[in-house]
């Protein structure tokens, strides 16, 4: 009774609040009673959810969204496959039930900020526009809650770099510019006659064999983009692999997908960054890091 009460004490006293938190996230693996704890975060990034298709992970996202709060959700493109959908329609409850989950959360009070990224592409439209209470934007600056900028995109526009990756090399930063506004002008271009949209990535798909390679290039690419940008760093998704890392002196940060890993890219009030992976719906939360990584470069799906 006397250490029930002590350790009530102890952890009511500013200095114990701190570690008392991390020892119950970080350490050891959550109790049984962990997966109905809320988790409060800042921010929460999510990508590729890919609703439309039989691959999306709707159940589990549902999920992690009513377990999970924050002040701030990105929806960082991918959230919904107009691909798919345009040639069969596809729609299951749950997919409907993640719209609902999104939308209880704006009644809540979260802020929710779109960035479309190709497979959603329809929405680029209406960017700078509002729907149901989402901000709809190209792309968003995110601040950290230690002061971090970081420029959040879905990706697709570096498609291009990686195709040419070698020539560019040869050619220098003007001709890596125009390979990205040549890109995004080809997408315009093919909206504009009705085109369907060419998979771009279904062609690297082909021609870069190696995911491993792939994924390289792409986490450069960004990174040199974002450098010459001046931003600290970036938030995207795009290549289904969920990533932290410190790409020439920007933070990489990749918040993965809802198809095969379930993961999420979320921030604490200090700032800490960090991916979380859903294992399924009723399951605690693993760092991602901690789940198993071999099966990562099967999770690269392209188109
Ligand atoms: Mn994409």
């Known amino acids: 009774m006397a250490g029930f009460r002590d350790a009530l004490l102890s952890a009511r006293s500013p200095g114990h609040v701190l570690p008392f938190r991390r020892t119950v996230r970080r350490s050891h693996p959550p109790g049984p009673h962990a997966p109905d704890r809320i988790r409060h975060h800042r921010t929460i990034f999510i990508s590729d959810v890919h609703l439309g298709t039989r691959g999306c992970k709707a159940e589990s996202l549902v999920d992690f969204l009513h377990r999970n709060h924050c002040q701030t959700l990105y929806l960082v493109g991918d959230i919904v496959d107009g691909w798919r959908l345009r040639n069969r329609w596809f729609w299951p409850l749950a997919h409907s039930h993640v719209m609902q989950a999104i939308l209880g959360m704006i009644d809540n009070g979260t802020r929710v900020i779109y960035v479309p990224g190709n497979h959603d592409a329809f929405f680029r439209s209406y ?32 498609d291009a770099v990686i195709v040419s990756a070698r020539w560019l090399a040869c050619l220098g930063d003007w001709a890596y510019a125009a390979t990205l506004q040549l890109n995004e002008l080809c997408h315009a271009f093919r909206r504009f006659f009705g085109l369907r949209d060419w998979s771009l990535a279904s062609y690297l798909k082909q021609t870069v064999t190696n995911a491993l390679e792939y994924i390289c290039r792409f986490e450069e690419a960004v990174a040199a983009d974002i450098r010459a940008r001046g931003f600290d760093g970036v938030v995207c998704g795009h290549i289904h692999h969920a990533a932290i890392r410190t790409i020439g002196g920007v933070l990489y940060l990749n918040d993965g997908d809802w198809v095969e890993s379930c993961t999420a890219l979320v921030e604490d009030a200090r700032g800490h960054l960090e991916i979380l992976r859903w294992a399924s719906a009723g399951t605690a939360i693993l760092p991602a890091s901690a789940a198993g990584a071999a099966d990562d470069l099967a999770a690269v799906i392209l188109a």
């Open 127 to 158: 960017c700078g526009r509002e729907m149901a209470g989402i901000t709809i934007q190209h792309e968003a600056v995110h601040e950290t809650a230690d002061g971090k900028q970081l420029l959040v995109i879905h990706g697709d526009r570096f």
